[in-house]
């Protein structure tokens, strides 16, 4: 898989989490999650996210 479709999904995964903490947060406590708060929790998303595409990579490769 190329560094760009990474890139790319590990972006939409992190827009996704972001999202989804956010709703979470609506939700559990009726206010607005921090804009910052939330692109933290994306951000430490995007590192398992990374890691495990390109542990996929490496197995392709590997074949």
Known sequence: MPWW???LLTV???LAVSLVAT???Q???GGRLPGYAS???GGLAAI???EFLR???AD???S
């Open 23 to 25: 709703l979470a947060w």
């Open 60 to 62: 392709s490769d590997a």
């Open 39 to 41: 692109g933290v929790i």
């Open 48 to 50: 398992p996210v990374w």
């Open 12 to 14: 939409v995964a992190v």
């Open 55 to 57: 542990r996929i990579r």
């Open 27 to 29: 939700a559990g406590f």
């Open 5 to 7: 479709q990474r890139l």
